[in-house]
């Protein structure tokens, strides 16, 4: 079974990191990123630079990079002002991701809007990216919990998919914002979204997990009992949760597509490849990250003997 | 549905830690891990003191824990003088856990021995144990996988298991010892032993996982779905990977309680006491341990709002 394997870690992780990246080295690792068989890249987004210093060379990345045939160049835009900036690159994203909070009060706290005001600003939005050629996808924050209202409505996720599909988006992501997702609530929830609004190809719902706390790879597993076949990673699982300290935010990519090749799925990602990239990361960063396969090697990676057993 | 949750930290955690947990500290934890509403908690084992010095000290564990009236308190033995000195101890353990490996080169590297002389023994242990009024387990490590040969064939794993229920043991561990098993083999060759060989009561077979490749949790979901009712964690993930340094070892058990808890199982743990445990761990070890949950908090723990928010 095809799966498409898509990593946020130049914008998720990069973002919060206190160290800017240097445009060039963004660059070059998104350009080893472009051969590795991955769906899409986020290279950047367009948020005030005030906000998000680490992402202020958003068009110079875009316009440094290489484009490969066949990958999606994405950049992240909170509103109307980041698809007009995303619009005016002199080299423009391939498409371009909004994002709302399935949860009001997460909503206020993390783009300072009200569900209705997002909503408002959508088709504009839509109608911007379009004119400008890029497609326009919307990430559902919260989806499966928010981390000051708890429980998000099953109902209230429908009721996003619904006006989502109405707008005329080119693709909606479920996303777990603070890894509060189990399972048993991906693989049910997930598969009402899918069974309501039947997904018009194989890349138009996405989910994309955190690890917070441990399940992000199950979770993935239970997206594709639950028919999804777009899956967002971070390579080496760069990025935090604001919340936590010390906890660690997206799912990994590689360690994703290590499980995902082990079981048989065709993610057509070259998971050598994928590791050298990852590799680059914790000097880029200055740390350490939380990716288990760049440390332990792919699960087929054979040990010499130990002496006493040699030939 | 009731899942049986034990614990390993003290035993496979504590082992390779080059810091000497002292005894009393040992029996601190074990003391408040017997009232977290775990099913069995490993406690020490009677290998050598030169190859194992970490658990010397096994004698003086047992003797100083409160047991609590339904914990199952564990030691792991290796071979005959192992069995041997745990049946001769001053307070005995409840139950004694045997290790053969899958492959035979992991069997060499791990206890010198080819399978036929570990087979030869097994007998002898069972009677001393029985006789000793201790049960006794076989874990089978490396059943989906040797981080030396690769590969192990299920006939392999179904063949053992075989004989492990004619030589009248009282359970079997299915333990992936490096972290190579992913869902889709463990949920296969799993539902394949229960199948061949019904498990005579629920907590007779249990899992034993590694988080190496970040799969743990999902495995546990795929043990589940083949019908398995019991799990091995290590508190706050405690145990590494002896192949691969800054690798993880062992799932971490308050990692999987929260999953487990949240996906509406009933595992019987308090899940607060749990963390309250994991949180002495890296002081005890004095380094940082992989739980995520300990760091992040249970998924339903919500944060305060942002301050432009408060009413």
């Keep these: 079974m095809r799966l498409y394997i898509n990593d946020v870690a130049v914008r998720d992780g990069f973002q ?9 080295a963004k660059v070059e690792l998104i350009d080893h990123l472009s051969r590795t068989g991955l769906h899409k890249v986020e290279v950047t987004s367009y948020v005030s630079p005030k906000a998000v210093p680490a ?9 440094g990079i290489e ?18 900036n995303a619009a005016a690159a002199p080299k423009k994203a391939d498409e371009v991701n909004g994002v709302i909070s399935a949860s009001e009060t997460h909503n206020r706290a993390n783009i300072n809007r009200t569900h209705e005001q997002s909503m408002g600003e959508l088709p504009t939005m839509v109608k911007i990216a379009h004119e ?9 924050s919260t989806t499966f919990g928010c981390p000051f209202e708890g429980h998000v409505a099953e109902d209230v996720v429908l009721r996003f998919v619904e006006r989502f599909r109405e707008m005329g988006l080119d693709g909606i992501s479920l996303a777990d914002t603070t890894g509060m997702a189990n399972p048993r609530q991906v693989e049910e929830l997930t598969r009402k979204v899918l069974a309501r609004f039947p997904a018009p190809d194989e890349t138009y719902y996405t989910l994309h997990f955190h690890n917070t706390r441990g399940m992000g790879l199950a979770n993935v ?12 990673g971070s390579l080496g699982g760069l990025g935090g949760c604001p919340f936590a300290p010390g906890a660690t935010g997206n799912i990994c990519t590689e360690d ?3 499980m995902l090749e082990d079981m048989g799925y ?5 998971l050598a490849k994928l590791i050298a990239c990852a590799r680059m990361v914790p000097e880029l960063v200055g740390h350490d990250v939380p990716g288990q396969v760049m440390k332990a090697g792919v699960t087929m990676h054979l040990h010499e003997l130990p002496e006493n057993l040699r030939p």
């Design 221 to 232: 597993i239970a997206g594709i009992a639950a028919g999804v076949r777009s899956f967002d």
């Design 256 to 258: 994703m597509v290590n």
């Design 55 to 63: 992402l202020a060379d958003n068009n110079d990345v875009l316009a």
């Design 266 to 270: 065709d993610t057509r990602v070259d």
């Design 16 to 24: 919060i990191e206190p160290r800017f990246i240097p445009t060039a």
């Design 132 to 140: 400008a050629g890029m497609k326009i996808t919307m990430s559902l």
């Design 67 to 84: 484009r490969v045939p066949g990958v999606v160049y994405v950049a992240l835009v909170p509103n109307i002002r980041g698809v007009q």
